[in-house]
């Protein structure tokens, strides 16, 4: 037997994979699981832009492009963030990633020294915390807290900064909170980066998903900030695209020199095809966004009503992503042991907040990615669970 690498050893399997490995053997067995652990859409991409994948196949696109991507893809993807994000971008200033899981790693591979530091939020999406390890360089982890509605903390931030800090991860709206930061709390994140010089990893995966008027805003259209940014973002989530894996960074030239280094030797360059149906995705899809995202606004609305009625759990009202972070406090048990205790009594999946970071001890994460019916069946088995645990 072949030992892994020393630098394996920053790599376990993520707890999200375990739930859902399980959630599906059980489900294999004949059991009616409720998959609620799942961090993608339950929707099928949209028509328009499947027809484009096939229409671009039937074209012969499908070949190597650029490692940079196809020069239409990367001005789409510019001309959107000009007109949506209110950030101008040339197309120069676009890197086509296979998706944001790529764009994380190559940012930190490319951008951060070993030894020096992240800063990270914690819950978080745990590719934040494990690929700056994998490098050799160090997470710190910053809190979000339940009770500042998982507003970041300045002055946790300022604590945590030394001379080593090199780069601040944030991600809104948020994995696995839902919270979107406020515009207050970006533009005094914005002065803190400037004032310590730091690089700012952005990620705006889930900026579509948003409810209730709440607005995104990227940081990088902060005055000062483009400079210093890399905006990452994908089609995974707002598309329902997660299978495609498209991409994208957004950064000044100098960044995306970097990036493409990392990315020209893992994957050359995104699907030929499937960068023809992103610039569908981008220029056709909306009507079709706002659909799916009326749909996520139902859900959650309905999930967070049932969730606050039951005895002893509590959540906040989520104002983006599709998640909910649910207080299990007062049961008096670890997260892993409601997530397992819901699994096996209600055939309810749902995530550990511990497989989010040591922040999500007393909490479980739900996704509200699968249907109206199949939500409101699982809030009925999980009031009963519930009751029956505190009897
Ligand atoms: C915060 C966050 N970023 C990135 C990703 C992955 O994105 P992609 O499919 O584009 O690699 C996820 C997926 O769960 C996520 O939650």
């Not at 940012?107 to 819950?123: H, K």
């Not at 894996?245 to 050359?268: C, D, M, S, W």
């Not at 610039?279 to 899809?285: D, H, M, N, P, S």
């Not at 909306?286 to 606050?308: G, I």
Request: hydrophobic residues 40%; negative net charge.
């Amino acid at each position: 037997m072949f030992d892994t690498s020393k630098r394996m050893e920053a790599l376990p399997f993520s707890g999200i994979r375990v739930m859902m490995e399980r959630a599906t053997r059980m489900q294999k067995e004949g059991q009616d699981v409720i998959h609620m652990e799942i961090g993608r859409p339950d929707f099928d991409t949209p028509e328009v832009i499947k027809k484009a994948a096939y229409d671009s196949l039937e074209k012969g696109h499908v070949f190597y492009t650029s490692n940079y991507g196809t020069p239409e893809l990367r001005a789409a993807i510019a001309e959107k963030l000009t007109k949506e994000n209110n950030v101008a971008y040339a197309p120069e200033e676009i890197l086509v990633t296979i998706g944001v899981g790529e764009g994380t790693y190559a940012s930190i591979a490319a951008f951060v020294n070993p030894g020096e530091e992240v800063l990270v939020p914690n819950p978080v999406w745990l590719n934040y915390i494990h690929v700056p390890e994998f490098f050799g360089a160090v997470p710190v982890t910053y809190s979000l807290k339940e009770d500042r509605n998982y507003q970041i903390d300045m002055d946790e931030l300022e604590a945590k900064t030394t001379e080593k800090t090199r780069m601040l991860v944030i991600n809104t709206p948020g994995n696995p909170t839902g919270t979107v930061q406020s515009l207050e709390t970006l533009q005094k994140l914005a002065d803190f980066a400037k004032r310590h010089d730091l690089i700012v990893v952005s990620d705006e995966i889930y900026e579509k998903l948003v409810y209730g008027g709440t607005k995104h805003v990227s940081i990088a259209s902060l005055p000062g900030m483009k400079e210093r940014t890399i905006t990452l973002n994908g089609f995974s989530k707002c598309y329902s695209m997660t299978g495609w894996r498209l991409g994208y960074a957004a950064a000044p030239v100098e960044f995306i020199k970097g990036l493409v280094r990392v990315h020209q030797y893992i994957n050359t360059c995104a699907s030929s095809f499937v960068q023809d149906a992103g610039i569908v995705a981008l220029k056709e899809a909306e009507p079709d966004v706002q659909a799916m995202v009326k749909e996520y606004e139902r859900r959650r609305n309905y999930a967070v009503k049932a969730l606050n009625e039951m005895d002893g759990i509590s959540c906040r009202m989520p104002e983006g992503a599709f998640y909910i972070f649910v207080n299990i406090k007062s049961l008096g048990k670890t997260s892993a042991e409601v997530a397992d205790y819901l699994l096996d009594e209600a055939k309810v999946a749902t995530v550990p907040g511990t497989a989010f970071g040591t922040e999500g001890e007393g909490y479980i994460r739900l996704s509200y990615a699968c249907s109206y019916e199949r939500i409101v069946e699982a809030m009925a088995r999980m009031k009963k669970a519930f009751a029956e645990l505190k009897a």
